[in-house]
Nanobody
């Protein structure tokens, strides 16, 4: 399984970005998908999860601003990020599998929010 993220970039505070992650293989629709992020000097943290059945869960810090979605026909998962804040600056990673599993990871995409 390979995961490739895209959509990161530089945005001003209050702006929006949409991250995308495409997965290879045929198991995508059976797996939970997650977005994590890691800011400089901080531990990697889970931002949002979507189950194979479409249930979603979010970190408290992004609730109401970020939306995770998936398209099983295209093997893709998305993270719509609105009202971005400087503290959202991080490398964002796509991960396939439960948060408790080692899973499969993408290479990450940088999101930088300027104040």
């Amino acid at each position: 399984v390979q995961l490739v993220e895209s959509g990161g970039g530089l945005v001003q505070a209050g702006g929006s970005l949409r991250l995308s992650c495409i997965a290879s293989g045929s198991i995508f629709r059976f797996k939970n998908m997650n977005w994590y992020r890691q800011a400089p000097g901080k531990q990697r943290e889970v931002v949002a999860t979507i189950t194979s059945g479409g249930y979603t869960n979010y970190a408290e810090s992004v609730k109401g601003r970020f939306t995770i979605s998936r398209d099983n026909r295209k093997n893709m998962v998305y993270l719509q990020m609105n009202d971005l804040k400087p503290e959202d600056t991080a490398v964002y990673y796509c991960k396939m599998g439960a948060t408790s599993d080692s899973g499969y990871w993408g290479q990450g995409t940088q999101v930088t929010v300027s104040s």
